[in-house]
C-alpha cells in the first residue's frame, strides 16, 4: 500500500501505479490477464480515460495507455463504486440478482447499480451517483455544489460534522470530551461507541444517520425495485446501522407492494469489494448498459 500523494500530480501518481504493479507481477507465479483499475469518478472505460476524479483533481486524463506503457500489461478502468458493486455482486452477497444495488458509506456514498443482470454505467460512465440525491435542500453544502445531498448526511465525515455541531450544546457528552482531548479522534466508531455506553448526544447522531439513510434507501427501492441491496464502508461496519430501526423506516416509505420484499445485507466482501471488482473486469463478461 502506498499513500497517493495527489498534491504531485497525475503523472506523478500513475508513475506511482506503475510502479506498484510492476513489483506484483514480478513477484506473481501465476499468468496475468491484465490490470483492473478502479477510480473514484467519472470514467470513460471504451477508450480507457479518466473524465473528472474530485478526490484526485484530476480533469480528462488519457489513463489506459499511460498505465499499459509502465507495465506492458493491457488495462481495464471502472468507476471504484461500480468496482464495489461487481465485487459483491459476483463474490458476495449480490450473487444472482438480476436487479442488484451497492451502497459504500465512507468518505462520501458510494453506489453502484446491476440492472438486468447489467452493470448500469450510464452515459459518462459513472452510473449511479446516489450519493447526491438531495434529501435537505437546506441542508450542508456538498462538494458537488449543491446542499443536503446524502452524504453529506450518511458518510464518515457527514456524522462528524453533525456531532460537532451538537457538541456545543452538550458539553457533558462524552464525545465532547474526546473532541477537546483530541479532535481527529472524533469519528463513527468512537461516536458508536458513545452510543453504546448510553451518550445522550450520540444516541441523537445515531437516530439522524439511521432516519436520513432509510429516506435515501427508500428512494432507491422505490426507483429500481431491486432485490439485494448491501451496504458496505466504515459507517456501515457498525451493528446499529442493518437494525430494525432502519428496516421498519425503509418499510415505512416505500410503495405498498414492495414492502418488506428487499433483502438489505452487510456487504460481505467489506474493504476489499472495489479490489475484487477491479479484477472481476478480467474474469467475468460484463455487459454494461
Not at 509502465?70 to 461500480?82: G, I, M, Q, S, Y
Not at 453533525?162 to 469519528?187: F, V
Not at 439522524?208 to 451496504?231: D, R, V
Request: proline share 4%; glycine share 12%.
Amino acid at each position: 500500500m502506498l499513500p497517493t500523494r495527489r498534491e504531485k500530480g497525475a503523472e506523478y501518481v500513475l508513475k506511482q501505479i506503475g510502479k506498484l504493479i510492476n513489483e506484483l507481477a514480478e513477484s506473481a507465479s501465476a499468468h496475468i490477464l491484465g490490470v483492473g483499475l478502479a477510480l473514484p469518478g467519472e470514467v470513460d472505460n471504451q477508450r480507457g480515460y479518466c473524465l473528472y476524479c474530485p478526490n484526485l483533481k484530476w480533469g480528462e486524463l488519457e489513463v489506459r495507455e499511460r498505465l499499459t506503457q509502465e507495465t506492458a500489461l493491457p488495462v481495464r478502468l471502472v468507476n471504484d463504486a461500480n468496482a464495489a458493486c461487481l465485487g459483491e455482486y459476483f463474490y458476495g452477497g449480490g450473487e444472482g440478482a438480476p436487479t442488484f444495488l451497492s451502497i459504500t458509506l465512507g468518505t462520501g456514498v458510494g453506489s453502484g447499480l446491476i440492472l438486468a443482470g447489467r452493470l448500469y454505467t450510464g452515459r459518462f460512465g459513472s452510473g449511479v451517483e446516489a450519493g447526491h440525491m438531495v434529501i435537505d435542500p437546506l441542508g450542508y453544502p456538498c462538494a458537488c455544489g449543491r446542499r443536503g445531498c446524502w452524504e453529506t448526511l450518511v458518510s464518515a465525515p457527514g456524522m462528524v460534522r453533525r456531532t460537532q455541531e451538537k457538541m456545543k450544546r452538550a458539553p457533558e457528552s462524552k464525545l465532547s470530551q474526546i473532541a477537546d482531548d483530541d479532535l481527529p479522534g472524533l469519528s463513527p466508531e468512537a461516536i458508536f461507541q458513545a452510543f453504546r455506553a448510553g451518550d445522550s448526544l450520540a444516541r441523537v447522531v445515531v437516530e439522524e444517520t439511521i432516519f436520513y439513510l432509510a429516506i435515501g434507501l427508500a428512494n432507491l427501492i422505490n426507483l429500481f425495485n431491486p432485490y439485494k441491496i448491501s451496504l458496505g464502508g466504515g459507517v456501515a461496519e457498525a451493528e446499529e446501522i442493518l437494525s430494525s430501526n432502519l428496516l421498519e423506516r425503509i418499510n415505512a416509505n416505500v410503495f405498498p407492494t414492495i414492502r418488506g420484499k428487499v433483502e438489505i445485507f452487510k456487504a460481505k466482501q467489506g474493504y476489499y469489494g472495489g479490489v475484487i471488482g477491479a479484477a472481476s473486469l478480467w474474469l467475468h463478461k460484463i455487459e454494461t448498459i
